[in-house]
C-alpha cells in the first residue's frame, strides 16, 4: 500500500518515511503544501498524512483540492492541540486528527484503522491453490508452511495476489511496490521477483509465479504445468 506524507518538519518527515516504510507502506514523502497537493492529485495513493501548517498552501488547502477529487483516507498532523483546529479538520474532510508530539506506534494504529475502515469491501484473506496470503496479520504461507518475507517481499505478493492471473509490468511493479519511476538500468523487480520466487516456488514441485516474456509477471494455478 502507498501512503502520501505531507510535512515540512526534516526530521520528522524522515522519521516518519522510515517508520511507515519499514512497516510494509511505500511512502512518498511532500515538503511543501503545494508539493503535496499536486503528488496527492497526480499520485494513486491508500491513504495520506497531512501536517497542518506548512510552507506554500496550508493543510486545509490541501485537504479541500484532495477531498474534491480522492476519496482516500485523510490523518491530519498538527503541533497546536486546539479544539477548533480539530474540528475545522474533521469537518473539512480528515478522517482522524493527531497532536504533536505523539508516538510512532499509535499514529500507524490509526493509519491501519482508517485502511481497515475505509476498505471493508476488500478482500484480506487471499488464496492461490495451497499459497496463503493474510493481509490482516501479514502472514503468508504455502503448504501449510509459513514464509519468511520481507516487507518489500510481502508487499510485492500481495499485489500479485490482488491481482492473480493478471500479468503485471516492471514498471506497474515498480510504481506500486518501491514507489519509483521504473528505469531500465535497474533491474530491482527482477532481482526482488526471483527472492520471491525462491521462497514461494523453488521448493515446491507445483510453480505458481510465472514469467511472461516482454510483458511481466503473474501469479496463476496452472493445473498440469511444469516449471
Same mark, same amino acid.
Given at each position: ?67 474534491? =477529487? *480522492?476519496?482516500?483516507?485523510? %490523518?491530519? #498532523?498538527?503541533? !497546536? ?6 474540528? @475545522?479538520? +474533521? ?59 520481507? =516487507? *518489500?517481499?510481502?508487499?510485492? %505478493?500481495? #499485489?500479485?495476489? !490482488? ?6 509490468? @516492471?514498471? +506497474? ?55
Amino acid at each position: 500500500m502507498r501512503i502520501l506524507v505531507i510535512e515540512d518538519e526534516p526530521k520528522l518527515g524522515d522519521y516518519l518515511r522510515k517508520g511507515l516504510s519499514e512497516s510494509g507502506f511505500t511512502v512518498d514523502l511532500a515538503r511543501t503544501g503545494t508539493e503535496g497537493r499536486n503528488m496527492a492529485l497526480d499520485g494513486a495513493y491508500d491513504a495520506l498524512v497531512l501536517d497542518v501548517m506548512l510552507p506554500g498552501i496550508d493543510g486545509f488547502a490541501v485537504l479541500e483540492a484532495v477531498r474534491q =477529487a *480522492k476519496s482516500m483516507p485523510v %490523518l491530519m #498532523l498538527t503541533a !497546536r492541540d486546539d479544539v477548533v483546529d480539530r474540528v @475545522r479538520g +474533521l469537518q473539512s474532510g480528515a478522517d482522524d486528527y493527531l497532536a504533536k508530539p505523539f508516538a510512532f506506534s499509535e499514529l500507524l494504529a490509526r493509519i491501519q484503522a482508517l485502511l481497515r475502515r475505509g476498505k471493508l469491501h476488500e478482500l484480506t484473506h487471499y488464496v492461490l491453490g495451497d499459497l496463503t496470503l493474510d493481509l490482516g496479520t501479514r502472514r503468508a504461507s504455502r503448504a501449510g508452511q509459513r514464509l519468511e518475507l520481507t =516487507a *518489500k517481499e510481502f508487499a510485492l %505478493l500481495a #499485489l500479485l495476489m !490482488r491481482r492473480q492471473g493478471q500479468v503485471l509490468s @516492471r514498471t +506497474l511493479l515498480a510504481e506500486q511496490v518501491w514507489g519509483m519511476n521504473f528505469d531500465s538500468e535497474t533491474n530491482v523487480v527482477e532481482v526482488a521477483i526471483r527472492r520471491l520466487r525462491a521462497k514461494i516456488d523453488d521448493p515446491f514441485k507445483h510453480k505458481l509465479l510465472h514469467t511472461v516474456r516482454g510483458m511481466g509477471y503473474l501469479l496463476e494455478n496452472r493445473q498440469g504445468d511444469g516449471p
